[in-house]
């Protein structure tokens, strides 16, 4: 079982920066891929990037590709998106979710999700 708890969102200027962060409870996160999806007002949800657990390989949406980067540190059972250069067409809530398989983009696959963060981006 594992609870996943998103932080680090908040309100940028468009060319500004944010780290957002998924917390993990459980003794074998380092077991699990983590991804994070976002949803816009009135948009479909969304994939924007993977971080896989066998050898925590990335991928990432090519709409985020270049500007956001992924990474985990099992030791503190923490997931980081590092986001820069930021567009208002980033705005959405960012959450995060966790499975027991390798890295997907299909949002079904995956079991545990936190409760989100806003991320705004102000032109």
């Known amino acids: 079982q594992v609870q996943l708890v998103e932080s680090g969102g908040g309100l940028v200027q468009a060319g500004g920066s944010l780290r957002l962060s998924c917390a993990a409870s459980?003794?074998?996160?380092?077991?699990?891929?983590v991804t994070w999806f976002r949803q816009a007002p009135g948009k479909e949800q969304e994939f924007v990037a993977t971080?896989?657990?066998?050898?925590?390989?990335?991928y990432y949406a090519d709409s985020v590709k270049a500007r956001f980067t992924l990474s985990r540190d099992n030791a503190k059972n923490m997931v980081y998106l590092q986001m820069n250069s930021l567009k208002p067409e980033d705005t959405a809530v960012y959450v995060c979710a966790a499975s027991r398989g390798t890295a997907s983009r299909d949002p079904s696959l995956y079991g545990y999700w936190g409760q989100g963060t806003q991320v705004t981006v102000s032109s």
């Open positions: 459980g003794r074998t996160f380092s077991t699990y891929t």
């Open positions: 971080i896989n657990w066998v050898d925590s390989t990335t």
